[in-house]
């Protein structure tokens, strides 16, 4: 675990002592005040065949101040989620797997005191036992809304995700649909008593996208939106979490762009993060890109930050590392999707748009954020004549190249009079 400035200097660390550990890990902090938080994982004990849940609460000098665990029924813990009810006391969920060869699933959720005395827990096994899992909880008019995989048979076959409805006792009162075709990697934050927000993998039309939705406490619409126009390749959702709140009128969503699905290799067209920012109204403000020609990203989590910005956290993989290595990158942005610091030999970049799939063949995507609407994209051939000029009226257009020859094209994107990005596109 690492402490970090606000300008990204590692101020301390601590490597926690589990050799006697089979697996463990860290999934949650949650802060309890300006000096204290709980950092909350899996633990599973050379020797045990279940895994427990781990909470240990710390100070920011990262001290441990205590650490307990509590048994689980399976071998892995996964997805784990946390919120905190009207008494002061948090529930901890968490999906369970029985690991290979078969990979059964089922949830668990237990709460307890922000002291770590257990209160009570509650096992299911009703979901499937291929796909259930949990992806985020959140505490509204005296009830928990779960938001999980796996009740197919509960609300029909086209819903790919499901609202359970717990009481205080943990009991499911119901089982909703997920609107929306909201389906994985989702995050719920409330907004008052009568609402929230949840976000996620979208189905919008027959791509992916990263979609946001607006719904009351009965999951009627209120409002909905996505990242942009699914293009040829899909974009997904940060993995772990996608959603975060600056205030009331700054929602962030995040997620890879060109993703492909391959989380720990890099394809010929690089994956980049994708962050953008709303509105209470969901009216997005802008999308910005983040990435290198060198390295793929993925992005894992994000939080909103007191400033209004945000902070994203992911992870890259460089193909030209003999050991093709994956490392862990961190990105602080202000409100305009801005660095607010950046080392000089930083290789990340923020990009107003996206062009893919490069190589290409018969057509090319420009896909951007809407803050640059009306600006002009140019390609140029070998001697800087423009072979192919477009409006981006929309954060996505696509422009057929199959009439031009292969070869290297530069390009260009002109927005007020100035180049904003510019690049270069291999037909093959």
Avoid at 178 to 183: C, D, V
Avoid at 398 to 421: A, C, F, R
């Amino acid at each position: 675990m690492l402490k970090m400035s606000a300008g990204g200097e590692i101020l301390s660390s601590i490597f926690f002592p589990v050799e006697d550990s089979s697996y463990s890990d860290i999934d949650r902090i949650v802060p309890l005040n300006g000096s204290e938080f709980l950092a909350i994982g899996g633990f599973r004990q050379k020797g045990s065949p279940n895994a427990q849940l781990w909470v240990m609460k710390m100070d920011t000098s990262l001290n441990i101040i205590w650490d307990k665990k509590y048994y689980t029924n399976r071998p892995f813990t996964t997805n784990i989620s946390v919120v905190e009810n009207s008494n002061g006391n948090l529930l901890i969920g968490s999906a369970l797997t029985t690991g290979s060869p078969n990979h059964y699933h089922s949830l668990m959720f237990l709460e307890i005191t922000k002291n770590g005395d257990s209160l009570q827990s509650r096992f299911y096994t009703n979901g499937s036992s291929y796909s259930t899992d949990l992806q985020s909880i959140i505490w509204m008019n005296g009830q928990y809304k779960a938001f999980v995989g796996g009740y197919q048979s509960y609300t029909g076959p086209n819903c790919f995700s499901q609202i359970l409805q717990l009481d205080t006792s943990l009991n499911i009162l119901e089982i909703r649909p997920t609107p929306y075709i909201i389906q994985r990697n989702m995050t719920a934050e409330k907004v008052n008593e009568s609402n929230y927000y949840i976000a996620g993998l979208a189905l919008i039309h027959t791509q992916f996208d990263v979609g946001i939705a607006r719904l009351s406490d009965m999951e009627d619409s209120l409002a909905f939106n996505h990242a942009g126009k699914p293009g040829e390749i899909d974009d997904y959702s940060g993995w772990m979490k996608c959603l975060s709140t600056a205030n009331c009128n700054s929602i962030y969503t995040g997620g890879t762009a060109n993703d492909y699905m391959t989380f720990y290799s890099c394809p010929a067209t690089n994956k980049v993060l994708m962050l953008s920012n709303y509105d209470s109204l969901l009216n997005c403000r802008w999308t910005h890109f983040y990435g290198s020609d060198t390295a793929c990203y993925t992005l894992s989590t994000l939080e909103a930050t007191s400033d209004g910005g945000c902070i994203m956290g992911g992870m890259f993989v460089t193909p030209s590392r003999p050991e093709n290595m994956l490392d862990v990158v961190i990105l602080k942005v202000d409100s305009l999707g801005l660095f607010t610091d950046l080392p000089e030999n930083a290789v990340v970049r923020v990009h107003e748009a996206i062009v893919y799939p490069n190589p290409g063949q018969e057509y090319l995507i420009v896909q951007s954020g809407p803050q640059i609407s009306g600006a002009g994209f140019r390609l140029y051939n070998a001697n800087g004549s423009a072979v192919l000029e477009c409006t981006l009226n929309t954060t996505y257009e696509q422009m057929v190249t199959s009439t031009l020859p292969p070869g290297v094209y530069p390009w260009q994107i002109i927005h007020k009079g100035k180049i904003i990005e510019q690049g270069k596109w291999i037909k093959y």
